[in-house]
C-alpha cells in the first residue's frame, strides 16, 4: 500500500498516520518518488526538500499528533517565504539566495503558528508592513485581522521597480 500512498487525501492520510497504519516516513518517501517518476515531465515541484522532509516526518512519527494534520506532507510554492529555502518567484538567477530577512518569520514557522504579512504604504522608498500572528491552527483570526487591516488603510499599490 506504502507504494501508493500518494494517492491519498491529506484528511485520508492524517488519519491513516493517526492510526499508525502508515508512518509519515512512509507517506513522504511515497509522494517523493511520485515527484521523482513525474516531474521530469511536468516541472511540478522546481526544489525538492527530500531530506528536510524526511527529517520533519522522523520527528513527527516519534512525536505525539499536534494538530489534525499531523505527519502529513505538503508542498510550498517558491514564491512564500519559508526559511531556509530561496523564495524565487520563478526566477532563475534567485535560485540560490536564501534572505536571512525572513529571520523574523522564524519563530511562527517553528512554531507552527499561522500568520499573515499586511502592506502598509510606503516610506522614503521603502515598503511598510505588518506582520499578524494568531493561535495554532486560527488562520481564520489571522485573515480577519488581516482584512480589518486592508479595509482601513485600502489597498497599497506595488512599488514600481523603475523608480
Not at 491519498?8 to 511515497?30: C, F, G, N, P, Y
Amino acid at each position: 500500500m506504502s507504494n501508493e500512498l500518494w494517492r491519498h487525501s491529506a484528511t485520508e492520510l492524517a488519519e491513516l498516520i493517526r492510526k499508525k497504519d502508515v508512518s509519515s516516513r512512509e507517506v513522504v518517501e511515497s509522494h517523493l518518488n511520485r515527484i521523482e517518476a513525474v516531474n521530469p515531465a511536468v516541472n511540478a515541484v522546481t526544489r525538492v526538500l527530500a531530506d528536510s522532509a524526511l527529517d520533519a516526518a522522523d520527528q513527527a512519527d516519534a512525536s505525539a499528533a499536534s494538530g489534525p494534520l499531523h505527519g502529513v506532507p505538503f508542498t510550498i510554492k517558491e514564491n512564500i517565504d519559508c526559511v531556509g529555502s530561496p523564495t524565487t518567484h520563478g526566477v532563475p538567477a534567485m535560485a540560490d539566495i536564501t534572505l536571512s530577512r525572513l529571520a523574523f518569520i522564524t519563530p511562527g514557522n517553528l512554531l507552527g503558528i499561522p500568520a499573515v504579512s499586511v502592506p502598509m504604504g510606503v516610506h522614503d522608498g521603502l515598503p511598510l508592513g505588518v506582520q499578524v500572528y494568531a493561535d495554532r491552527w486560527r488562520e481564520d483570526l489571522c485573515l480577519a485581522a488581516a482584512q480589518l487591516i486592508e479595509d482601513e488603510v485600502g489597498l497599497i499599490c506595488p512599488i514600481d521597480p523603475v523608480t
